[in-house]
């Protein structure tokens, strides 16, 4: 069975500050999505990795795909209170039935 | 464009009862349809997916059935609800691109039992 742990389970920081939230597993993945979640609502795809070390750049958002494919990380730069939410990384297996294995959640609180 | 409507959104329902929530895509054809329930503010758990019409893989053997009639609805139903059937349910597609398998969710339906 895959598994996705992510770390922390929970942050609360003031607005500004940086941030990194991690996505571990000891599975290989075929890709890597990142959803962001907000309360009453359905997850929405941040970015897609799909490269052992690829890195992709959304504004303030920096995601990586680690060089074996078992790890990401989300890094954020000056955080805003609309960073506020529910973090879940997602890793894909292969051809084209393949399910995505959700990872445990950061839950990002962003102050002002 | 594409979405992905669900409803109801919020459901209350009584221990014993029947449930019938219902998921439908626009803009697309001969999408992968998923179930998903999620604890509160916690990870997603599979329930269900589908490749095709009438085609459902099950993920976790429990109270709850799926249902593709058309290509691109989704139903999830139970005969008769338990407590432990309360969440919040998700209902997702994606192009079944190759090994990329990006998911786009609808809005959720908050389903309590009492």
């Known amino acids: 069975t895959q598994l996705l742990e992510q770390s922390p389970q929970f942050l609360s920081i003031q607005e500004g500050e940086n941030l990194t939230v991690y996505c571990n597993s000891s599975?290989?993945?075929?890709?890597l999505q990142w959803y962001r979640q907000e309360p009453g609502e359905g997850p929405v795809l941040l970015v897609t990795v799909v490269t052992g070390g690829e890195v992709k750049k959304l504004k303030r958002l920096t995601f990586q795909f680690g060089d074996a494919r078992k790890d990401s990380s989300l890094h954020i730069t000056a955080a805003q209170p609309g960073d506020t939410g529910l973090y879940l990384c997602a890793g894909g297996g292969t051809g084209t039935a393949s399910k995505l294995t959700f990872g445990t959640g950061t839950r990002l609180q962003v102050t002002l | 464009s594409q979405t992905i409507h669900q409803w109801p959104a919020t459901l209350v329902q009584p221990v014993g009862s029947p449930l019938s929530l219902e998921c439908t895509v626009e803009g697309t054809s001969n999408p992968n349809l998923y179930w998903y329930r999620q604890a509160a503010g916690r990870g997603l758990q599979l329930l269900f997916y589908?490749?095709?019409?009438?085609?459902i893989s099950s993920e976790v053997p429990q109270n709850l059935s799926a249902s593709r009639p058309q290509d691109r609805q989704f139903i999830l139903s139970s005969k008769k609800l338990l407590l432990s059937d309360s969440g919040f349910y998700l209902c997702a597609w994606s192009r079944g691109t190759p090994n990329v398998n990006e998911q786009f969710f609808g809005p959720g339906t908050r389903l309590t039992v009492l």
């Open positions: 589908s490749v095709g019409i009438g085609q």
């Open positions: 599975s290989v993945f075929s890709s």
